[in-house]
């Protein structure tokens, strides 16, 4: 995985803990920089991936968070990025370590319709531990609070979490 690093074929998204040493124990995600090189390693690639299935789900998530990556990078905010995996089951999908600000917890669906049940489990865990701000990066069109989650059309939310100007 180091030499994908090193050649920017992909990066390791390590997994997010308050403690340091916990979060080096914990299994990191890999990703490619690119859905398409994902795609083309899976055998994948001339299969269409039609909204509202299981594959375009993982492909728009895996999208987001390298897009979510490259312009931290980009405009040089600084963020620690990881994701989150409870002992529970719960996962969050990408944690933002912001300078200065909240820590954004951030789930990303493809759906074009959120409701509640979408987002139940980061409102549950955001209830629970008050540890940061919630988002729900979607195709959904419009902008909502569900519970304490906002949720945002994915290129609004890059603007809301501050990382495009």
Same mark, same amino acid.
């Given at each position: 995985?180091?030499?994908?690093?090193?050649?920017?074929?992909?990066?390791?998204?390590?997994?997010?803990?308050?403690?340091?040493?916990?979060?080096?124990?914990?299994?990191?995600?890999?990703?490619?920089?690119?859905?398409?090189? /994902?795609?083309? &390693? +899976?055998?994948? #690639?001339?299969? %269409?991936? !039609?909204? *509202?299935?299981?594959? =375009?789900?993982?492909?728009?998530?895996?999208?987001?968070?390298?897009?979510?990556?490259?312009?931290?990078?980009?405009?040089?905010?600084?963020?620690?990025?990881?994701?989150?995996?409870? /002992?529970?089951? &719960? +996962?969050?999908? #990408?944690?933002? %370590?912001? !300078?200065? *600000?909240?820590?954004? =917890?951030?789930?990303?669906?493809?759906?074009?319709?959120?409701?509640?049940?979408?987002?139940?489990?980061?409102?549950?865990?955001?209830?629970?531990?008050?540890?940061?701000?919630?988002?729900?990066?979607?195709?959904?069109?419009?902008?909502?609070?569900?519970?304490?989650?906002?949720?945002?059309?994915?290129?609004?939310?890059?603007?809301?979490?501050?990382?495009?100007?």
């Amino acid at each position: 995985f180091s030499v994908l690093e090193d050649t920017l074929a992909g990066f390791i998204l390590p997994a997010y803990h308050r403690s340091i040493r916990k979060s080096q124990r914990s299994h990191p995600k890999f990703y490619f920089f690119d859905t398409g090189v /994902k795609r083309a &390693l +899976e055998r994948s #690639l001339r299969q %269409d991936l !039609p909204p *509202r299935t299981y594959g =375009f789900g993982r492909a728009f998530e895996h999208f987001l968070v390298a897009e979510i990556v490259r312009l931290n990078d980009y405009f040089r905010r600084d963020w620690r990025l990881s994701f989150l995996r409870t /002992k529970d089951g &719960l +996962e969050v999908d #990408l944690v933002a %370590d912001r !300078p200065g *600000r909240p820590t954004a =917890f951030i789930e990303i669906k493809s759906s074009d319709t959120l409701t509640e049940r979408d987002v139940s489990s980061l409102n549950r865990f955001l209830t629970d531990t008050s540890a940061g701000d919630g988002f729900c990066l979607s195709m959904d069109p419009r902008r909502k609070k569900l519970g304490v989650v906002l949720c945002l059309p994915w290129r609004e939310g890059l603007r809301e979490l501050g990382l495009v100007p």
